[in-house]
């Protein structure tokens, strides 16, 4: 069975950090793009990350809002995938969910987390 | 970047409609369009990919179109598991990016 889990969300200050985690089993972690998307309270999915199957180096990707604080990484040895986030702002606020994508050719996010919830908030 | 301009916003329905949500993007993305249905307090599920493959186990009541930037997904006839917010997304480049997502509510 395909499981994500995300964790590391919680309550942190404006400027501060956090380093999100998402669990992949089910799957070879390897043959597949990951990515992060999230979603503000009440509002719709945005895109915020993403990072390429790993031959040779990954390629990675950000969305304008996050670039140059955020920083996705992946351990396929582990099965894992991080978020590393700096220098966070209210507007931060989302839930965030890692999902994957299949390598082959552009595909969509065909399994998802459940999410974890990340607070900007002093 | 690749705009996703997604209508209506919300949409009340009844059991046994036929609805349609429209997504038109601000330039080509050949077929590579996905659409999602989210329920509260879920992560969103796929139900289509390249504009109109159904993903699997997805009921066919469910189907997808394109012509050029505009894509369509209808729904033949409502069932009441279909209330839910459904958003579409372009993966055809990055960054990707979602439509603003439509609320289909009971009316």
């Known amino acids: 069975e395909v499981r994500l889990v995300e964790s590391g969300g919680g309550l942190v200050k404006p400027g501060g950090s956090l380093r999100l985690s998402c669990a992949a089993s089910?799957?070879?972690?390897?043959?597949?793009?990951m990515n992060w998307v999230r979603q503000a309270p009440g509002k719709g999915l945005e895109w915020v990350s993403s990072?390429?199957?790993?031959?040779?180096?990954?390629?990675?990707y950000y969305a304008d809002s996050v670039k140059g604080r955020f920083t996705i990484s992946r351990d396929d040895a582990s099965g894992s995938l991080h978020l590393q986030m700096d220098n966070l702002r209210a507007g931060d606020t989302a839930i965030y969910y890692c999902?994957?994508?299949?390598?082959?050719?552009?595909?969509?996010?065909?399994?998802w987390g459940q999410g974890t919830l990340v607070t900007v908030s002093s | 970047d690749i705009q996703m301009t997604q209508s209506p916003s919300t949409l009340s329905a009844s059991v046994g409609d036929r609805v349609i949500i429209t997504c038109r993007a601000s330039?080509?993305?050949?077929?590579?369009l996905a659409w999602y249905q989210q329920k509260p307090g879920k992560a969103p599920d796929l139900l289509i990919y390249?504009?109109?493959r159904l993903e699997s186990g997805v009921p066919s009541r469910f189907s997808g179109s394109e012509s050029g930037t505009e894509f369509t997904l209808t729904i033949s006839s409502l069932q009441p598991d279909d209330f839910a917010t459904y958003y579409c997304?372009?993966?055809?480049?990055?960054?990707?990016?979602f439509g603003q997502g439509t609320k289909l509510d009971i009316k």
């Open positions: 999902a994957r994508s299949i390598a082959v050719r552009p595909l969509p996010l065909d399994y």
């Open positions: 089910g799957f070879t972690l390897g043959s597949y793009n």
């Open positions: 990072i390429t199957i790993s031959i040779g180096s990954p390629y990675t």
């Open positions: 330039q080509t993305i050949s077929n590579y």
């Open positions: 390249d504009a109109s």
């Open positions: 997304q372009q993966y055809n480049s990055y960054p990707y990016t």
